[in-house]
């Protein structure tokens, strides 16, 4: 099952729209500046609206069924949300608009701040940047510009545990500062001997996340973001797997100086197939005049005593990370999520995601390794790698798994454990769809002795087998070529 | 419970299983001083009443839709053809996450394959990534692949004083920890005048066509004169994508990165996002491109299809070594891009350009027919241009709003980012403009000058 690309459809003469009349005397054209052609499809709109719904058929997604990418957070994508940010005073405004005229918006981002802060445990918020990494390096350079604005010029230095997600090093790296990994104990904590090696008055900070990507919640969190503060860093807090501690523990409370929020995995924002997310980065108290700009206040007007809202940019702010004011259709879609749920539907959001995880762990333990086995989080880590049966990875029960229906776990991640596979089935699954995942997983485990090429040469019924990436790496096609000017 | 479907009977079974009595019981190494803090937040509500409120917010502002709205400065109002949001509004795309299984997630890879292609062909370029989060950050990512493509040794990065100046303050925001001399932005930015201060030291040039204040550069030649100062200095192009459905493109031209905002092919205002950065740069530096990209590939049986690919470049493998931390980027708004691009194709992308410079054209005029105001744009422009006014913009944008007939949003205040352009405004018109909006903004202005000489300064 293949579908052409919309090139190959392309008929000369054909167009899918028909731009309005001009209504306006016409100006001469600078010849010398237009360009002679452009190479661009000529299709129908209902070729095109064919094309792409096929090409939509080729794809597995979330409402299809389980989705359980391990530190991904795919829970159900509430349709009201998207019904919410398609409302016209939301999706017409311009960015640059008077802010006078522009105040819902501006109520929603104000309030959107505040429930996170809360969430969190933080004193500020800023909603602008775009994307979990993008949080990571707003949050590095955050607590860069905090060090040297108080004359710490000699602090380059940020800490990433080798259980941090693979985003933390390369944000690290992008702020100028220098990365030491620190080793995971046997129980998959940070390890404290290790870490101690490693402070001292170079360093800016440590950045953990917690739960960490094995699932586990650091059992000395608190000794070690005292080493760091008394050290003269900070800590960071990788807020990704932030479903498994809403409403059961604030990060700020513990003493996290600054963390960034996934609204596209938290707070129920769908991914897109790669976007857009948003990642709002919050902070403890001294560092919030170094947000980047702007962030959205609250003032009373004088003349009528309503809330009125405005941009405002911090003092000693790092700068802004992006055009405008944030994701802000993503922004709207969470906090209509927040103002369904509220408290308690937060907490029970955390408790389920936790409850899913760890039975799904104890229904397929035994079966599958899981090198470190505690109580996990909102997701955990087993071993896609049988002793007896050598020669099937973790990548053939992941292949095998789309042959049933469902969505792979993520794989090869953690790098810390050998043939990884990451589960983090959401609260939104039912006790039904967890127990279904956990038998495919239990059945292909008896697949893997008895037919192991079933599971090597799998997927057998998806729409294409699988893929040469090795191919694709070493003879690079990144665009199409028409065929006569190959 | 919403979203949790869970029943009691189901929640104390998974419980047992699991080994423990209670809910609490699962977070036991959670630090029991703060387990289960109290938050304040609001009570949650019904779907009805959530909409309710919501639809309240919405009426709150004014939605430049519906409006004559000239306000552009790197977000503009086009129209939106119904096919792009209907069809990004599918489940299939719009709840999927990035295409890491190759076989279930064909739709999404070759959406983005001919995404890739189309920014190709549009730019001139020949190798697309799979996106960036917005102009801004393309721009902050050109000057990253510059200066690591040099292994740091080249340090010096000379930026237009007419590259959105949002641009810029990403730039200087993104590589302050990176050590670099940022250079070009106080001078008059004049291309020959930008061209003088590339050095051995110069990583990139970056200017900007059609250029914050509207106006189509001077390409020709440029990527000659900087390669012939130093020809390891790149050049980069910052572009309005729809301009070129009718102009040459900085490929064309011999840039080596063009980029820029994407939001102008068919994506909606959304009070600054999400929006797309678009990205291109020459096949010598596909290793060095950040970001995702997607390539042509078979199956085992032979069959074409599409994977995310060079990922060694990336931060999973790569850690602190890799080109950049971008991880999602904005795929959904790629695949509008490609919709919209597609549904208007080679044809109808000129007509809709054309459109944009014939009405900025002809508003234009009649703005410097009027007494009291006078264009300053001399140079070709697409469809903004600048505005000398007899007062400060925001007195006439103020006059336009709340002082005459009806709301108009008028344009940009300049002297917001450039201090000794006082009384300077930037008008942007698109094809969503009528000549009854462009006539109406002309009597508006003309009355503004009314207002003014009856002495409505009073007010």
Known sequence: MSEQLIYELSVPGRSGTRPPKLDVPLTALPTELLRDKLPLPEVSEIDLVRHYLRLSQLNYSLDHGMYPLGSCTMKYNPKVNEAAASLPGFTGLHPRQDEATVQGALYIMYQLQEQLKEIGGFAGMTLQPAAGAHGELTGVLIMRKYQLDRGEMQRDTILVPDSAHGTNPASTHMSGLRVVEIPSDERGNVDLAALKSQLSDRVVGLMLTNPNTLGLFDENLLEIIELVHECGGLVYGDGANMNALLGIMRPGDAGIDVMHFNLHKTFSTPHGGGGPGSGPVGVAEQLVEFLPGPVVRQAISVEDEFPYYTLHTPTQSIGPVKSFWGHFGVIVRAYTYIRMLGAEGLRRTAE???????????????????????????????????????????????KRLIDYGVHPPTNYFPLIVHEALMIEPTETESKQSVDHYAELLLKIAVEARETPELLQEAPHNAPVRRMDEIRAARQPILRYVPVDSR | MVYVPHTEAERREMLAVIGVESMEELFQDIPAAHRYPQLELPEPLSEMEVMQELQELSAASLNANEAPTFLGAGAYRHWVPSVVNHIIGRSEFATAYTPYQPEISQGTLQAIFEYQSLICDLTGMEVANASHYDGATAAAEAVIQAVSASRMKRKKIIVSPYVNPQYRQVIHTYTQGMGLEIAGEATSGALAELVQLVDKQTACLIVQSPNFLGELESLEGLAAEVHARNKKTLLAVATNPLSLGLFTPPGAYGADIVMGEGQPLGLGLNFGGPYLGFYATREKYKRNLAGRLVGQTVDKEGQRGYVLTLSTREQHIRRERATSNICTNQGLMALAAAIYLSTLGKQGLRQVAELNYQKAHYAAQQIDALEAFSVLTTKPFFNEFVVQCPAPAAEINEFLLNGWMFDIIGGYDLSKDYPDRQNQMLLAVTEMNTRTEIDDLVHALAGFEAHRILGGDHE
Request: hydrophobic fraction near 45%; charge should be negative; proline fraction near 4%.
């Open chain 1, 352 to 398: 389920h995601a936790v409850l899913n995880a760890n039975y799904l762990l104890r229904r397929i333990e035994g079966v599958y390794h899981v090198p470190y086995n505690r109580l996990c989080q909102h997701e955990f880590v087993v071993e896609g790698h049988f002793e007896d049966a050598p020669e099937v990875h973790a990548l053939d029960i992941a």
